[in-house]
């Protein structure tokens, strides 16, 4: 039969070093969740919808940034500040203009408006000279890309490298932006 032991008389006998296992590198362990739902009803109709949801693997644990503070922006285009965070993965600007009344103009014109440029342009200006022999200098331009109503949102991820920049159409507008790397 077994007899009980006695961890008194024999101890168990412990390794030498206790060995973690190794970290697993091929494995992230931040992601970024979406999950979106976008509602349509027309008159007495029913109401149509359409969902995604989504899970992102990041390859980093960098922190995201969210600094919680609000950017006036007038009519100039100003850069979209991303932070530490230098190749974002998912951007979200957030239009914190209030919504005017209703009015039966469209959407594109309503004031507090913002306009996103994901890349600037640069085109030649000419400066001197007529035709083919004229003189020009590169100047840079940013058009809008995107267009954000008052108190919406956009998310996307942008393509690397670009200058991203932000204005509001007419008047001023007040935004945020929460950044994640990718």
Not at 39 to 48: F, Q, R, S
Not at 61 to 79: A, L, T
Request: glycine share 8%.
């Amino acid at each position: 039969m077994n007899e009980p032991i006695d961890f008194d008389k024999n101890p168990p006998q412990q390794p030498a070093s206790i060995e973690r296992l190794p970290e697993r590198k091929d494995v992230p362990s931040a992601r970024l969740v979406v999950v979106e739902q976008v509602y349509h009803a027309a008159g007495n109709e029913a109401c149509k919808t359409h969902g995604k949801s989504y899970v992102r693997w990041l390859p980093s644990e960098e922190q995201v940034y969210d600094p919680q503070r609000k950017v006036k922006v007038g009519k100039e285009w100003q850069s979209v500040d991303t932070g530490w965070v230098k190749n974002v993965g998912t951007l979200v600007i957030i239009n914190h203009t209030p919504k005017g009344r209703f009015r039966k103009e469209s959407a594109e014109d309503r004031s507090g408006v913002l306009e996103v440029c994901l890349a600037p342009m640069t085109i030649s200006e000419i400066v001197d000279g007529p035709g083919m022999w004229a003189k020009t200098k590169d100047v840079q331009t940013s058009l809008p890309h995107l267009v954000i109503l008052p108190e919406e949102t956009a998310r996307f991820t942008p393509v690397r490298g670009n200058a991203i920049s932000v204005r509001c159409r007419e008047g001023e507008g007040v935004y945020s932006v929460f950044a994640v790397e990718g």
